[in-house]
């Protein structure tokens, strides 16, 4: 994608999210985590952590010397930049690796691969993971027990988001998971 287009992008959710703020009442939704019951996508779930090796064959050290959101929002942007999204006519969810030899995949595989990049330059189980609503998958960062930033790949949002602050006009949050743990929402 060109990176003037994906700014322009970028710019026209940061526009959107901020009009939406602003004419709309603050939800003060909380997204604590909640014991698993989407069994259905346990299955899933287990063959991407048999596979996952995070063996990212990639130079980690342009995310290097930032604070933590930096290194949220620069490994978003690169994935948003390099990893092109591509419609999939299968449900099979690529470990890290297998992203990064196709050069583009669906929303889990991004959202997968965001999750990988942020857990391999040190980043919790409890503060990273991939969240799941109707139809689409994205990371997020938990930067509070209650509250996350949405790591979308422009379905809702071009640009870092906190999910207390989101309009969630295509759907809430059903489920996260990350390498060990899953949980509702």
């Given at each position: 994608?060109?990176?003037?287009?994906?700014?322009?992008?970028?710019?026209?959710?940061?526009?959107?999210?901020?009009?939406?703020?602003?004419?709309?009442?603050?939800?003060?939704?909380?997204?604590?985590?909640?014991?698993?019951?989407?069994?259905?996508?346990?299955?899933?779930?287990?063959?991407?952590?048999?596979?996952?090796?995070?063996?990212?064959?990639?130079?980690?050290?342009?995310?290097?010397?930032?604070?933590?959101?930096?290194?949220v929002k620069s490994v978003h942007k690169w994935v948003?930049?390099?990893?092109?999204?591509?419609?999939?006519?299968?449900?099979?969810?690529?470990?890290?690796?297998?992203?990064?030899?196709?050069?583009?995949?669906?929303?889990?595989?991004?959202?997968?691969?965001?999750?990988?990049?942020?857990?391999?330059?040190?980043?919790?189980?409890?503060?990273?993971?991939?969240?799941?609503?109707?139809?689409?998958?994205?990371?997020?960062?938990?930067?509070?027990?209650?509250?996350?930033?949405?790591?979308?790949?422009?379905?809702?949002?071009?640009?870092?988001?906190?999910?207390?602050?989101?309009?969630?006009?295509?759907?809430?949050?059903?489920?996260?998971?990350?390498?060990?743990?899953?949980?509702?929402?």
């Amino acid at each position: 994608m060109n990176v003037f287009i994906l700014g322009m992008k970028i710019l026209i959710s940061r526009i959107y999210n901020l009009i939406w703020k602003l004419t709309h009442k603050r939800q003060n939704t909380k997204f604590s985590k909640k014991p698993f019951t989407y069994w259905e996508y346990g299955q899933l779930i287990s063959s991407w952590r048999r596979r996952e090796n995070f063996n990212i064959n990639l130079d980690l050290s342009m995310f290097a010397g930032k604070d933590k959101v930096e290194v949220v929002k620069s490994v978003h942007k690169w994935v948003l930049k390099n990893i092109k999204y591509k419609k999939e006519e299968k449900d099979y969810w690529n470990a890290s690796h297998e992203t990064l030899q196709t050069e583009g995949n669906d929303c889990e595989d991004q959202g997968l691969l965001i999750y990988a990049i942020l857990f391999k330059l040190g980043f919790s189980n409890e503060e990273v993971g991939v969240c799941v609503i109707s139809g689409h998958t994205f990371a997020i960062y938990m930067f509070s027990n209650d509250d996350f930033l949405i790591l979308d790949n422009g379905f809702q949002s071009y640009s870092p988001i906190k999910a207390s602050e989101f309009s969630w006009n295509k759907g809430k949050p059903l489920f996260g998971f990350n390498r060990i743990k899953q949980w509702n929402f």
